[in-house]
């Protein structure tokens, strides 16, 4: 097997003084992926040099990849302090916040969580594998005393060793500016769709002034992202002439290419893949893109939210641009 010297790859800095590897593994199956094959993934991704893995209650393979983990520590491959795990509380889980983190821990079997994320900003619960059109009566807006209420119970998680850091996911910037200012343990890292043609500059500032690092979630415009997520109008990313005409330049393929503009745009890519692992991981060490390619990929964004979540709209909500604070 191929691999990547850890200590090479390159790392960002948490205001807690921790350091986390700028490229992690994503372990979302997008209902295309078995939880036996992410799990097979993850094992090969350790192998080759990854110690970033980036899980979540909801994607249905925690215990799995904790079996992976166990092995990996106990063959002597890694030690569980070497690598940075991370976590999330998923929706209907909101007000017992600790049971859940237990669950995950013992699931991935990894002692404590590097990073538990909440999500979503809000309890708005759906069922795994729902149409697009499904909607939950008990949806409703963003509050942020409830969302208060859920982050409180991770402040105690940190004070009581479960978990080391608290990360905050698909949060808006009004939504932040109602919560921030009151919280006694500040996030760490916030997860946030980011791509080419999604590059969410306004969020990232906004996080970078806050000293909380950003992690890019479906950092190459995930293709095979679930079906209900997928409409006519959504941009390919790699299938930009642009992007396609960098790797050329580089030798190297559109997804390298949406990775190495990612770190160097400064935030931690999570890509999933099968096969790629090694490639996404070895593209961090060699090779970066000019300046000029940078200022290229910058003139990209095209506003192109994939992830709209739909399935999260409370009764009364005109459309999903509601969930992102944006107008219709």
Not at 91 to 99: A, G, L
Not at 202 to 214: F, N, Q, S
Request: include cysteine; glycine fraction near 6%; proline fraction near 7%.
């Amino acid at each position: 097997m191929k691999t990547v010297d850890p200590s090479i790859i390159p790392k960002k800095r948490l205001y807690t003084g921790a350091e986390i590897p700028c490229v992690g593994m994503g372990t979302f199956g997008s209902d295309r992926v078995s939880p036996e094959e992410v799990s097979g993934a993850v094992e090969g991704a350790v192998r080759c040099g990854y110690r970033l893995f980036d899980c979540a209650a909801c994607y249905g393979n925690e215990d799995q990849i904790g079996q992976v983990f166990r092995k990996v520590v106990d063959e002597k491959i890694v030690e569980r302090k070497e690598l940075f795990i991370m976590s999330k509380v998923w929706n209907d889980m909101h007000r017992d916040v600790e049971r859940a983190c237990k669950k995950s821990i013992d699931d991935l079997e990894c002692g404590y969580l590097d990073v538990y994320f909440i999500h979503w900003p809000f309890p708005n619960y759906h069922a795994p594998g729902c149409d697009v059109d499904a909607r939950n009566p008990d949806s409703r807006p963003f509050c942020a005393d409830e969302f208060l209420d859920t982050y409180r119970q991770c402040e105690e998680l940190v004070e009581k060793g479960l978990i080391r850091h608290i990360g905050i996911s698909n949060m808006t910037i009004s939504k932040m500016d109602a919560v921030l200012p009151k919280l006694r343990i500040k996030p760490a890292v916030a997860e946030i769709e980011m791509h080419p043609a999604f590059q969410q500059g306004e969020i990232k500032e906004y996080l970078e002034a806050w000293d909380i690092v950003p992690i890019g979630y479906m950092p190459i415009g995930s293709p095979r992202r679930p079906e209900r997520d997928i409409m006519e109008e959504d941009i390919v990313d790699l299938e930009m002439p642009e992007i396609q005409k960098i790797a050329e330049a580089h030798g190297v393929t559109p997804a390298i290419v949406a990775l190495k503009w990612a770190r160097q745009n400064g935030q931690i890519p999570i890509p999933f893949s099968v096969h790629h692992y090694y490639e996404n991981l070895k593209c961090m060490t060699e090779d970066p893109l000019t300046e000029e390619e940078m200022v290229s990929m910058a003139a990209l964004e095209r506003g192109n939210r994939l992830v709209k979540g739909q399935v999260f709209l409370w009764e009364g909500a005109k459309d999903w641009h509601e969930l992102w604070d944006e107008p219709s």
